[in-house]
């Protein structure tokens, strides 16, 4: 069974820089048939969409977070990261990663909080 | 990117049939078949319900359906049970290689 686990610190300071990585277990990130991806979730709010990457190092942002993330891969590793430069308040939420089977969400990790304060 | 349009909540009795809407454009809804659902309950992470416009996982209940017409999509919950209590997001591929998901909705059972 395929398990996605997110791992990052719980408190970043603004203007600092988020780092989170999803561990992937029971399936290799290298498989061709699928993108990795990351999405997020204000505190009481929706879900929003911040990109994807393929094994091959292809990424895909959501245009309106492009300047302030980036997704990279590690496939010795079955990992794939989240960066989100320069973070505000704005930038607090849960952090989800996921397996993109072309074009849906199948497998999703647990979820983990970033808060951006002080 | 805008967030694709579902209405904020929906509600229903047991046993009866409630129906989400999903509107975009014909840059997403509309242009693909890339349709995808999502529950999400309380403190949880959210789950694949409907892919591909009108296709059911493993394991989902043969109570859920979606659908498509146009630049809007729908998914319904038949047979309304109280464990469908929960957020329902709707998702789609764009014409800009990238996905957007609906503004959700909020469904409560009666």
């Known amino acids: 069974q395929l398990q996605l686990q997110e791992s990052g610190p719980g408190l970043v300071k603004p203007s600092e820089t988020l780092s989170l990585t999803c561990t992937v277990s029971?399936?290799?990130?290298?498989?061709?048939?699928?993108?990795w991806g990351w999405i997020r979730q204000p505190p009481g709010k929706g879900l929003e969409w911040i990109g994807t990457?393929?094994?091959?190092?292809?990424?895909y942002y959501n245009p309106s977070l492009k300047s302030q993330i980036t997704i990279s891969v590690d496939t010795s590793k079955n990992q794939f990261s989240l960066k989100v430069t320069s973070v505000t308040a704005a930038d607090t939420a849960m952090y989800y990663c996921?397996?993109?089977?072309?074009?849906?969400?199948?497998?999703w990790g647990q979820g983990t909080l970033a808060t951006v304060s002080s | 990117q805008s967030a694709l349009t579902q209405p904020a909540s929906v509600s229903g009795s047991p046993g009866q049939s409630i129906t989400i809407s999903c509107t975009g454009t014909?840059?997403?809804?509309?242009?693909?078949?890339?349709v995808s659902w999502y529950q999400q309950h309380p403190g949880k992470a959210p789950k694949l319900m409907i892919y591909?416009?009108?296709n059911r996982p493993s394991g989902v209940s043969n109570r859920f359906s979606g659908s498509k017409s146009g630049n809007t999509a729908s998914l319904t919950i038949s047979g309304l049970q109280a464990e469908d209590e929960a957020d329902y997001y709707c998702?789609?591929?764009?014409?800009?290689?990238?996905?957007?998901f609906g503004t959700g909705t909020k469904v409560t059972v009666l």
């Open positions: 998702s789609s591929y764009t014409s800009s290689i990238t996905y957007v």
């Open positions: 014909s840059s997403d809804v509309g242009g693909y078949n890339s």
């Open positions: 591909d416009v009108s």
């Open positions: 029971g399936g290799s990130i290298s498989s061709s048939s699928f993108h």
């Open positions: 990457i393929h094994h091959s190092g292809n990424t």
């Open positions: 996921a397996r993109y089977s072309p074009g849906y969400l199948d497998y």
